[in-house]
């Protein structure tokens, strides 16, 4: 099943998953979830890997070379 706008493909639900059609950037997030926060979401800044963004700004991305938090983490002490 696919959805346009305006002629353009903006998604796409099939067996294989849910499509947007584009990577997204730190800007402009692929999913992003409030239409009044659109810099807020997640992308992929490319193969094998999904980024969280808010504000704009890439907070958190998993790839194959692990993860990389970029601010502030908190991390419980403790074995």
Do not use: C, H
């Amino acid at each position: 099943m696919a959805f346009s706008v305006n002629g353009v493909s903006a998604l796409s639900i099939s067996n294989q998953g849910i499509n947007t059609g584009t990577r997204g950037s730190a800007l402009v997030p692929a999913y992003s979830f409030l239409t009044t926060d659109p810099d807020t979401g997640m992308w992929s800044s490319g193969a094998n890997g999904i980024n969280f963004t808010t504000g704009g700004t890439s907070i958190l991305q998993i790839d194959a070379g692990g993860l990389t938090l970029n601010g502030t983490g908190i991390a419980e002490t403790g074995s």
